[in-house]
């Protein structure tokens, strides 16, 4: 059994989120970067002691920390054993101990194959699940490159409703073929469903995926600006409707069912991430491990860690980023506490002037040391950036 711990006083500045990084996929998908990495077969023994090595050379660094969330991400971790899980939470606690409301997530596809593990994951200490279901219609999932249809991804959501105190998934949205009809009739259909979490994402064209390539050759025609706001305002209005505001751009949950390990990244606190590939921020430093699953374990048996870089952090760098990451939520920023964080004024991390017209314009809104995008901003999000970060 899995100790909880309370810690004397404490707050953003001593909080700890963990990030656990399984790297392996079972197949391959359109729009993963890490499709490199796709195995039929993993020495779980030595996967398991090589995190549980890593784990012990962060918390050597991060010592009297509380330990909010616990976050099991990367390719296919519900795939990965109970026994493993088990195993890295127990180390996490012996380490760090445990927050007495931490919380524990694991991300899993939607598969038949996943949900029949979710009861071991949740007896191994796992409390929410983050599933992948990405569209409640086939022809979409196809489109997607996902290899469940809507009948199993549903029955994976009923088996994880029955085995997690907890459960957010995710939906992508303003598909080339979608219509607004559709979408509401679809977002409709998943709020029915009950959880306290949904992410929803519009359609994105990233780089090196198959997605790129097709809108290269003129094969993919994404949404319009106007066509995507359409479809943003009509999922802000739904959601919020249902009990379900968003509280950062593209999620939305019940008050208190907000992601608390997204909070951390959000408003810029302090992240181990170990495993291939996982990023982190400590004191300063970005550290970022080797993304190659072999090359993290050679550098695991040479240095005792799979880092790949630890690098200084410019202020200007820090207070940018905590800018563009807090500005997202609809709290927005303590602008004092970024600014006391790197060293520098309000005045030098973000344009006053800009913050003025914005707000006057109700893009924005500045309460004392507090800056926020509106709702109505939030569309124009990355614009209203561009405007404002100085740093």
Partial sequence: ??????????????????????????????????????????DQAQWREALLVDM???????????????????????????????????????????????EITLEANPSSVE???????????????????????????RFLGRAHDVEEGLGALDTA?????????DLIYALPEQDEAAWEAELARALS????????????IEPGTRFAALFAKGELAPKDADEAAGFYELTQAMTGAAGLPAYETSNHARPGEESRHNLTYWRYGTYAGIGPGAHGRRGG????????????????????????????????????????????????VDLDRIAALVGKGVADIVDLAAAGRLERAELIRRDGERLAVTPRGMILLDAILAEVVRA
């Fill in 161 to 169: 409703q029955k085995h997690f105190s907890r459960v957010s998934f």
């Fill in 193 to 204: 469903f009950g959880t306290g979490h949904m992410s929803l994402y519009q359609l994105t």
């Fill in 115 to 141: 949900a029949a593990r979710f009861a071991d994951l949740a007896a191994a200490g796992v409390n929410r699940v983050s599933l992948g279901l990405q569209s409640l219609d086939n022809q979409a999932l």
């Fill in 56 to 102: 012990a050379h962060e918390a050597a660094l991060l010592p009297e920390r509380r330990l909010t969330s616990i976050f099991f991400g990367g390719g296919t971790p519900s795939l990965m054993p109970p026994a493993t899980v088990a195993a890295l939470l127990e180390a996490a606690e012996r380490h760090w101990g445990l927050a007495p409301d931490i």
């Fill in 1 to 42: 059994m899995l100790k909880q711990v309370q810690h004397d006083g404490g707050g953003l500045e001593d909080a700890l989120a963990l990030y656990i990084h399984w790297p392996f996929c079972v197949s391959k998908c359109p729009y993963c970067d890490f499709n490199s990495h796709v195995r039929e077969a993993v």
């Fill in 285 to 332: 430093l970005a550290t970022q491990r080797h993304r190659k699953p072999e090359n993290w374990l050679s550098a695991l048996a040479r240095n005792g860690h799979g880092l790949q870089e630890e690098a200084p952090l410019a202020p200007t760098d820090q207070a940018m980023e905590a800018l563009l990451m807090g500005l997202r939520l609809r709290e927005g």
